[in-house]
T-cell receptor, first 112, second 112 residues
Framework: AQSVAQPEDQVNVAEGNPLTVKCTYS??????LFWYVQYPNRGLQFLLK??????LVKGSYGFEAEFNKSQTSFHLKKPSALVSDSALYFC??????????FGKGTRLHILP | KAGVTQTPRYLIKTRGQQVTLSCSPI?????VSWYQQTPGQGLQFLFE???????NKGNFPGRFSGRQFSNSRSEMNVSTLELGDSALYLC???????????FGPGTRLTVL
């Protein structure tokens, strides 16, 4: 069965430090992978996606993600964290029926 | 283009009642998906409609139903409300298969 896992419920990073939010997936066939961010009392906002091509994908607000097929991972990264990056982050994968499956989310806290 | 809109934004109902939530997708988007978001379960897929047909369905009881109109607007109905139905209900649209979804702000449903 298709699934996506975000192993960390919460990640704390000091402002200015690099950040990583982890995501692993299980899907048959070629994966379509997505990252979304949710700010308080808001819907989800699309950050970036991987469909094919370069393993390093660049997205909005300075975020990037690295697709690693052998490790079935799609970790979200940013070289220098901002306090305003504090939010809830969701990884998602498209399954074989074009249904989008979301991970449980990782709460990112950037400490000033 | 205007974003995805959802009405109402907030709703309070009592157990046993029914509720209808509405979603207007981005113009030109033919796919509309519904999700239930709760702190404990994260984002759970309810169903997806494409050109007025239900394409995918999640694992929710039959009390949860939906439909899509010819203008792509969608409604979601929950009958015989239970306390556990209290959640943020998110609607998302996308233009075609494989693309990222664009989310509305959600409807916060509270069941008393």
């Amino acid at each position: 069965a298709q699934s996506v896992a975000q192993p960390e419920d919460q990640v704390n990073v000091a402002e200015g430090n690099p950040l990583t939010v982890k995501c692993t997936y299980s899907v048959s066939g070629n994966p379509y992978l997505f990252w979304y961010v949710q700010y308080p009392n808001r819907g989800l906002q699309f950050l970036l996606k991987y469909i094919t091509g370069d393993n390093l994908v660049k997205g909005s607000y300075g975020f990037e993600a690295e697709f690693n097929k052998s490790q079935t991972s799609f970790h979200l990264k940013k070289p220098s964290a901002l306090v305003s990056d504090s939010a809830l982050y969701f990884c998602a994968v498209r399954d074989g029926r074009d249904k989008i499956i979301f991970g449980k989310g990782t709460r990112l806290h950037i400490l000033p | 283009k205007a974003g995805v809109t959802q009405t109402p934004r907030y709703l309070i109902k009592t157990r046993g009642q029914q509720v209808t939530l509405s979603c207007s997708p981005i113009s030109g988007h033919r796919s509309v998906s519904w999700y239930q978001q709760t702190p404990g379960q994260g984002l759970q897929f309810l169903f997806e409609y494409f050109s007025e047909t239900q394409r995918n369905k999640g694992n929710f009881p039959g009390r949860f139903s939906g439909r899509q109109f010819s203008n792509s607007r969608s409604e979601m109905n929950v009958s015989t409300l239970e306390l556990g139905d209290s959640a943020l209900y998110l609607c998302a649209s996308r233009p075609r298969e494989g693309n990222e979804q664009f989310f509305g702000p959600g409807t916060r449903l509270t069941v008393l």
